[in-house]
């Protein structure tokens, strides 16, 4: 026998999802996170899990892993003491960023530390120019220096990031070199192995975060090695890439800024994989928690990514999922502005005091109160009855904070909360898609988390989506995309060229050598040069723009067909996002940028055949009135678990399970797939 | 049709997605680095008769666009037949005269949003083009005395017919304009901008109907009033007053005096900035919009940042400026550097006036001047025609609880910095330094932020613009924090020789010449001998406080070598006073 494992570790629970290979089962866990130690709560799982179902460690011959190790230690502010070396002159780029305040009117609002404290922060004598071309050749004396305070400064990391590395990294090669050299037990991030891309801030700071988070990373993926070892797990480690797709151990250590987004990848990566199962390969996924809402969009089957990102005002540039997050959740709290009008959020009262229902004290009106007032939530079954909810408290934080205030009625309050809370969330789901292009009739919306699915019909409707997708499992996505995702390297160049002055052969010559960079990446981890399948793209925009374009690349030897059918594809892209062409004008290729996939043998998830019936009679359990448009309507509550392929459940319907409530509005009906997913869809 | 809070705040979250992607569109799809980089454009939905409802936010826009956008379109309007505009139409302007922009480069772009063949809002924006002709690249020269010379004046056209640029209106622009290229662009993106809006409004109407989208349009701007209304009522009622000066004008070197008085009146505002001198021969002066601009912009910082700005929120302000004085200069004379000079003087007067009534909100003076550069001339590298144009950071205000922020946009400008990267690529130019300005700070129990400096090396023959000030009166502290250091820019020779140049200048300057520029720091907050010491020693630590200062200013000692604080010498210095 042989097994896959994933096992993602989240804020509160690490997720575990085995796989057997020759018959597909999947078997899923759920155990406490010890976030002192993550590596304690992964042993724990695994040898639970493997331990309840007889499995013998050494027939699990791939562990693939989501961790938010290099999350915390960047929002908790607890990495390596770490030194930046500059060019002369250019001390302070870190810190003083793009100069902009971080609001327009709140002048309260603070920047971010920089990662590296100024008198940490050393210039170096050197000046390469944008052609690559040598200004002014590197100062070794002052090298020599430099060398010496890092020496005495007591540090664990240094990052290097010099003008122009993009376009010439000898100098910055040969100052990791001598580093290296003298002291060798510096963990060193040069910027142009990190991210070798033009805009000298977002370089530097992703460079420096990377630096500042490698030391942690290196020792926690050691303890977690042995740890697994200890277990009799001999299998290699896979670590889940902010890009949704994994990589070796070696090279999680090197470059830990690639997995800032490790764990919300994988629920990408997991919910798409079910959509795509389902048939629905444009999918937007949206992940409704306690206190956040996450949003990705998935088109034709591929995951949306973007190249730029901030985690809390800092600028990470490398390939991640594009997750757009607001402050939006169950426990988001209902309050009125100065001005009358009601609002949520981003107040949130977490889990501690939580919302009033939750009975700890907590006195303000939240979404979750609203839900449970109007009927929609079951005040015995939240959490799988392990919280049993008070819709007295809900109903009297909603009288006193919104509906009296406002003058009306606690049912009028709550469903206003509701609404509220969706407008912001219309509005997030808005910015994903058709601020980029993308028409939501064409989507399906798939809905996540615990409070995701109670949402997810209003938020169709209001965006003409016309299905909903509620998975079977919505609480350990992040487990099941582990498995699902592919070994994937993503390199770039910048190479700034007008369209006028760039030669195929050129082209050929960057792809090339970045593909046998990516070829000998995937040869370490055991790919066959067979096995790799390749993306090429290129970023163009017109001479003077600021913003790039992705125009696909086609393969092998490019000639000067190739290249005007790249720039063709530049143009429609141009004209999809912005509605006009300019093909008169000179264009020019900021990037290429190569992807490298390797195809990991992924679970076929099981599909049973429909009974045909249609009569979810047998799943029913009781019925309870529900608000729907400010009137209580009798909605016929059902068990998830019992509900069978084929069944129809019409709304209005309560659809309750462990971790999750499925709301069926009058009108619509859940169609359970043979997925066992629950498709919701507007009775025509 | 009555209205409910809750679809208020549905409608609000509705209108602020349309606005925000029209912002969104605008800045990718425009050509020139002030716009699709440096975010240098506003946009906003407007109700049919003008008024301003929704700007887009999210830190883009800046905040002088706020006031003058509402101007531009209702000038647009009294002046131009909308009647005559179909669904397509866009109408164009950028004259500071009599109301609109606050200089030529400011084209507001206007169009008309119809719904079942009627007029029933607008969408407009407003984007900084790098060039629109005149004396010098860039736009905003100095040594001009009227605005013919600052360059192609464009009153109300429909330079959009039926979706298409007007070939002959766009003939006449781009035979003026110095990179024809960037400015079709950038009129491109601007349409795109207002056709996403016009899109995304219809869609609104479809779903909510006109009248439901028409009533909460209208309710938006009542809200706002409610909310600006709330919020004045927090400054104690009274008379307050200040005065600040502008060093020259480029022409002369003399002082003009910007002179407010605000009556606070429970819910209203009156500010009179009567007593202001009289215009300046060069372009410092300005129109009323830009002075209403600053007013909105200050009280919404201090009493409510969150407040979405429209016409109902200016509605409870009385502004006066008397004609012919700098803050309402009579045509044609010159104003096309206020937005970059005299209205973060406004700003300054206003909040000098406030710290009497609301020492607790004000910020003691930041930067004070958005020390613009402007540097063009033809590229050696390739024959073309090249403008780079970049404003600076400064030291941001102390106030009573919070050090002032280093080398940060303040006030009416939060643009972006250009990349030195992108900027030697795009430009002839070496950029040598960029870095913060240790001991620029003006120092204070809480202290103001450091400036910045930025050494530019010429590759060829260029001609400069400096739009600056604070050079000679520096920015102020509060309640006993000190002055920040000034500002500078200096020229310096292959052969050493330094020429320091005035704080407004068109000037020419040859290849291989080394451009220093110094920002000023923020003004500080408090008696420096009460900053707690150990902030102290983390300045001088960071490089950001000599330690000589800190004896001398701050009245710290530190050990020489360990930098740790010497108990009582620190003692001595500061029992000694």
Known sequence: MSYRLGVDVGGTFTDLALQDVETDALEFAKTPSTPANQAIG????????????????????????????????????????????????????????????????????????????????????????????????????????VIERLGSA???????????????????????????????????????????????????????????????????????????????????????????????????????????????????IGSVAIANQAGQSNSISVDMGGTSFDISLCYRGEVRRTQDSEIERLPVKAPMVDIHTLGAGGGSIAWIDPGGALRVGPQSAGAEPGPACYGRGGREATVTDANLALGRLNPASFLGGRLRLDAGLARDAIRRRIADPLGMSVEEAAEGIVRVVNAGMIKGIRVVSVAKGYD??????????????????ELARELDIPRVLAPIAPGVTSALGLLMADLREDLARTILRPSDALEPAELNERFAEMEAEAAATMEREGVAPGGVAWIRVADVRYLGQGFELQAPVGAGALDGGDV????????????????????????????????????????????????????????????????????????????????????????????????????????????????????????? | MSIDPITLEVMRNAFYSIADEMIVALIRASYSTNIKDRRDASCAIYTATGDVVVVAQSEIGTPLHLGTMQSAVRSAMAAYPFDDLRPGDAVAMNMPYPAGPGHLNDLCLISPVFYKGEMIAITANQAHHVDMGGFAPGSMPFGVKEIFQ??????????????????????????????????????????????????????????????????????????????MRAALRKVPMGTYSYEDVIEGDGITDRHYAIRVEIEAMGDSIRTDFSATDDAALGPINCRWPSV????????????????????????????????????????????????????????????????????????????????????????????ALYNYIETYAGGQGAM?????????????????????????????????????????EGAGEHRGGVGLTRVLR???????????????????????????????????????????????????????????TETPGGGGWGDAERRDPEAVRRDVVAGLVSVERARSVYKVALEPGTLEIDRDATEELRGSD
């Open chain 1, 440 to 457: 939501p009739r064409e989507f399906c919306l798939v809905a996540f988390g615990g409070a995701g699915p109670v949402h997810a019909s």
């Open chain 1, 154 to 268: 007591e540090i664990d990391a240094v990052a290097v990031c010099l003008l122009h590395s993009y376009a010439n990294p000898a100098h910055e090669m040969a100052v990791g070199a001598a580093i290296r050299a003298a002291l060798p037990d510096l963990t060193i991030s040069l910027s142009c192995e990190v991210v070798p891309e033009f805009k000298e801030y977002e370089r530097m700071c992703t460079t420096a975060i990377n630096a500042y988070v490698a030391p942690v990373m290196g020792r926690y993926l050691t303890r977690l090695r042995q740890s697994v070892a200890e277990l009799g797990i001999d299998s290699e480690l896979h670590i889940m890439q902010s890009n949704g797709g994994t990589m070796g151990v070696g090279a999680a250590a090197e470059k830990p800024v690639h997995t800032i987004l490790s764990g919300p990848a994988a629920g990408v």
């Open chain 1, 564 to 684: 005007a059918e790249m720039y063709e594809r530049f143009h429609m892209a141009h004209t999809q996002l912005y509605g006009y062409a300019q093909r008169d004008s000179r264009m020019e290729v900021v990037n290429l940028r190569l992807t490298a996939l390797a195809n990991m043998p992924r679970p076929r998830l099981d599909a049973a055949p429909l009974n045909g019936s249609r009569n979810p009679d047998g799943a029913r359990v009781n019925a309870r009135p529900v608000y729907f448009h400010n009137e209580p309507v009798s909605a016929g509550v059902y068990d998830r678990a019992r509900l069978a392929p084929g069944d129809v459940v019409e709304g209005p319907a309560v659809i309750e399970q462990l971790d999750s409530t499925t709301l069926v509005w009058p009108g619509q009906t859940a169609s359970v797939d043979s997925y066992r997913n629950l498709l919701l869809e507007r009775v025509e």
């Open chain 2, 458 to 516: 010429t590759r060829g023959d260029v001609q400069l613009t400096l739009s600056s000030d604070r050079g000679g009166v520096p920015p102020w502290g509060l309640l006993g924090g000190a002055d920040a250091q000034p500002s500078k820019c200096e020229v310096i020779k292959p052969d050493g020789a330094v020429e320091r140049l005035p704080s407004k200048v068109t000037t020419s300057v040859p290849a291989d010449r080394v451009i220093v």
């Open chain 2, 150 to 227: 600052e360059g192609l004046q464009i009153p109300p056209i429909r330079l959009f017919r039926g979706g298409e640029m007007d070939p002959e209106l766009w003939s006449l622009i781009s035979q003026n304009v110095r990179p024809p290229v960037e400015v079709k662009g950038d009129l491109l993106a601007q349409y795109a901008c207002n056709i996403t809006g016009e899109r995304r409004l219809t869609e609104l109407m479809d779903r909510y109907t006109l009248e439901t989208v028409g009533t909460y349009l209208d309710e938006m701007i009542r809200y706002s009033e409610r909310r």
């Open chain 1, 42 to 145: 992964v042993a724990e799982g695994i040898s639970q899990l493997i331990g309840r179902l007889g499995v013998s460690p050494n027939e699990v011959k791939f562990l693939s892993h989501g961790t938010t190790v290099a999350t915390n230690t960047l929002l908790e502010r607890k990495g390596a003491r770490c030194a930046l070396v500059v060019t002369r002159g250019f001390r302070d780029v870190l810190e003083i960023g793009r100069q902009d305040r971080p609001h327009l009117y709140d002048w309260r609002q603070q920047k971010p530390a920089p990662i590296v404290p100024r008198h940490l922060r050393f210039e170096v004598g050197e000046r390469v120019l944008y052609t690559g071309e040598v200004e002014t050749p590197l100062d070794e004396g002052g090298l020599a220096s």
């Open chain 2, 292 to 383: 209403a601009a600053c007013v909105y912009y200050v009280f919404k910082a201090l009493l409510d940042p969150e407040l979405p700005p429209n016409a109902g929120a200016y509605r409870p302000f009385d502004i006066i400026v008397r004609d012919g004085s700098v803050l309402s200069a009579n045509y044609p004379t010159s104003v096309c550097n206020a937005n970059i000079i005299t209205t973060q003087r406004i700003t300054d007067v206003l909040l000098g006036a406030l710290a009497d009534a609301m020492p607790e909100r004000v910020q003691a003076a930041c930067s004070g001047t958005m020390n613009l550069l402007n540097i063009g001339g033809t590229d050696p590298r390739s024959g």
């Open chain 2, 400 to 440: 009573h609880d919070l050090d002032g922020m280093d080398a940060i946009q303040n006030h009416m400008t939060n643009t972006r910095n250009a990349p030195v990267e992108a900027i030697e690529s795009a430009y002839p130019l070496l950029v040598e330094r960029y870095g913060l300005l240790p001991d620029s």
